[in-house]
């Protein structure tokens, strides 16, 4: 089936550094765009960052300078690499992604999502 898997999250303290993963898998062929999303303990999911065709990328204020997401087209994966880490970064970190895929799931598939990988931040 077209899915994502996160991985990469863990346990780090403040002013650490940690790279997450996002890996197409099953008959995914292609990304078109991606983006990482996260989601705090009581709070809403907000876009963390964005990577478009062509590799145009768009961060949010709080984490510019920190976090670079990336994407490797040959093996269908986006990374997130995060430095300098904040408490406030703790959150389940979600990839979702915009796809193309063959065989029975063949066609685009605009608005995937992975079942996210906690990141917790000790401050």
Same mark, same amino acid.
């Given at each position: 089936q077209v899915q994502l898997v !996160? +991985? &990469? &999250?863990g346990l780090v303290q403040a &002013? @650490? #550094?940690?790279?997450l993963s996002?890996?197409? +898998? &099953?008959?995914?062929i292609s990304i078109n765009a991606a983006g990482w999303y996260r989601q705090g303990l009581g709070?809403?999911?907000e876009l963390v960052a964005h990577i478009g065709k062509g590799g145009? /990328? %768009?961060y949010t204020d709080s984490v510019k300078g920190r976090f670079t997401? +990336?994407?490797e087209s040959? %093996? %269908? /994966?986006v990374y997130l690499q995060m430095n300098s880490l904040k408490a406030e970064d703790t959150a389940v970190y979600y990839c979702n992604a915009d796809v193309n895929a063959v065989g029975w799931y063949s066609g685009r598939w605009p608005d995937v999502?992975? !079942? @996210?990988?906690?990141? /917790?931040? +000790? #401050?």
């Open positions: !996160e +991985s &990469g &999250g &002013g @650490g #550094s940690l790279r996002c890996a197409a +898998s &099953g008959p995914i709070k809403q999911r145009t /990328t %768009n997401i +990336s994407q040959a %093996n %269908n /994966t999502w992975g !079942e @996210g990988t906690q990141v /917790t931040v +000790s #401050s």
